[in-house]
């Protein structure tokens, strides 16, 4: 990745650079032509590390990525040899028992993803074998369960005491460190990389990426087929996102590309 690059592409992908079924397709053309003009496209989602690494290496990505929502950032030396890591916030481990404890103060059952089986997994993902071997490498998170909307607002209430923080994705939410969020993570990336003056582009579906959108100079929304998700409306009516013209990758690469068009004008 050149360091010096004035601009970088800072995605989500479930729901936004990606459909339900996991299909990029209509933003092929746009990522070859971000590759072509050297734009760095980085991967800011809820995926674990292992889920990155393979899809970068089928979609012919080389730049740094963001995992677990903020909690950890990756990336490879100039000679593509080492892998290095920053890490935000507390283990999987000291998550997932703030996690029960956070159940029963709330007495409410908050199911981690882990403790589902394959089946399970697979009704709610879609994933199969690797798929959710690799989605269940989790490091630095805890996927569970969507809870009814009012007991996820108690959670959002009682996390504060112990110092993490609570995202709704589309499919699942996410317990994570306080310190751990996509916006720093991004943050954390232009220091370790040295480019503070570089421009943030970023592209998000979901609360989940609200931190990512907030910290960015230029924020696009993905709406989903039945509109953008109510989270990042007010985002939208204040003019501070835009909101891309279609779901997933074609809305991606729709957006990706009239602002490359604009910047190279």
């Not at 012919?60 to 920053?86: K, R």
């Not at 690797?130 to 809870?147: E, T």
């Amino acid at each position: 990745m050149k360091n010096n690059s004035k601009y970088w592409i800072v995605t989500d992908l479930d729901g936004t650079l990606m459909d339900e079924n996991y299909d990029i397709s209509p933003a092929r053309k746009t990522l070859n032509l971000l590759a072509e003009l050297n734009i760095p496209v980085i991967p800011c989602t809820s995926k674990t590390a292992s889920e990155v690494r393979h899809f970068r290496n089928e979609n012919g990505l080389f730049d740094p990525f963001i995992v677990e929502n903020g909690a950890a950032v990756y990336g490879y030396d100039d000679n593509n040899s080492s892998e290095w890591e920053l890490i935000l916030g507390k283990s999987y481990n000291e998550l997932r028992i703030i996690l029960m404890n956070i159940s029963k103060t709330i007495n409410y059952k908050l199911t981690p993803l882990n403790d589902l089986n394959h089946h399970q997994i697979f009704e709610l993902t879609g994933l199969t074998d690797q798929g959710i071997k690799r989605a269940l490498d989790r490091q630095w998170s805890v996927p569970f369960l969507n809870p009814p909307e009012e007991i996820f607002e108690k959670v959002k209430l009682i996390c504060e005491l112990h110092s993490v923080h609570v995202f709704k994705g589309n499919r699942m939410s996410h317990l994570l460190s306080s310190n751990s969020h996509k916006g720093e993570a991004v943050n954390k990336l232009k220091l370790y990389l040295n480019n503070n003056e570089v421009k943030i582009i970023a592209l998000g579906d979901s609360q989940n990426d609200l931190p990512l959108l907030e910290y960015a100079d230029l924020s696009i929304v993905i709406p989903g087929k039945d509109g953008p998700n109510h989270y990042l409306k007010k985002g939208i009516d204040s003019g501070s996102f835009r909101l891309a013209d279609a779901p997933h990758a074609q809305g991606w690469s729709n957006s990706v590309e009239d602002v490359i068009n604009n910047i190279i004008a």
